[in-house]
């Protein structure tokens, strides 16, 4: 079992954006940018999304797009990047980054300290926006 079903699952903490009954996101805690979401399949650990089943898959990208909308909607960014890299843990997720430049989706940069009182807040605001879509 990987460490995403397990937060998924519940089994581990996490700062849960968005829930529906086959997918999962919620605040990487080690983002690029506050508001950085990883979005996750909840019941398929295949760490290849061009793996996926296409009914999977295209539920993956349409919640993604949900939450992107409600991320973008509750931190203030021009736009909101995407990646599937997959390499870090093996199970495929999508990063949703929040945005000013193109240089932002550097994962090779530092990483901003965001305490866990504003990484409840910002994940909260996440939700609250997800939630009115």
Not at 22 to 49: M, R
Not at 107 to 121: D, L, N, S, V
């Amino acid at each position: 079992m990987t460490i995403f079903t397990k937060i998924a699952k519940g089994e581990i903490p996490s700062y849960k954006v968005a829930e529906d009954d086959q997918f999962y996101a919620f605040l990487d805690i080690s983002p690029l940018a506050a508001g950085h979401t990883l979005v996750i399949p909840k019941n398929v650990e295949d760490d290849y999304i061009f793996n996926l089943d296409p009914e999977v898959y295209q539920g993956l990208w349409a919640f993604a797009r949900k939450v992107a909308k409600a991320l973008k909607a509750a931190v203030p960014c021009k736009r909101v990047g995407v990646a599937v890299l997959g390499m870090e843990v093996p199970h495929t997720h999508i990063h949703l980054v929040p945005l000013q430049t193109e240089g932002d989706l550097d994962f090779r940069k530092k990483r901003p300290e965001i305490t866990p009182e504003q990484m409840a807040g910002i994940a909260a605001s996440i939700l609250a926006e997800y939630e009115k879509l």
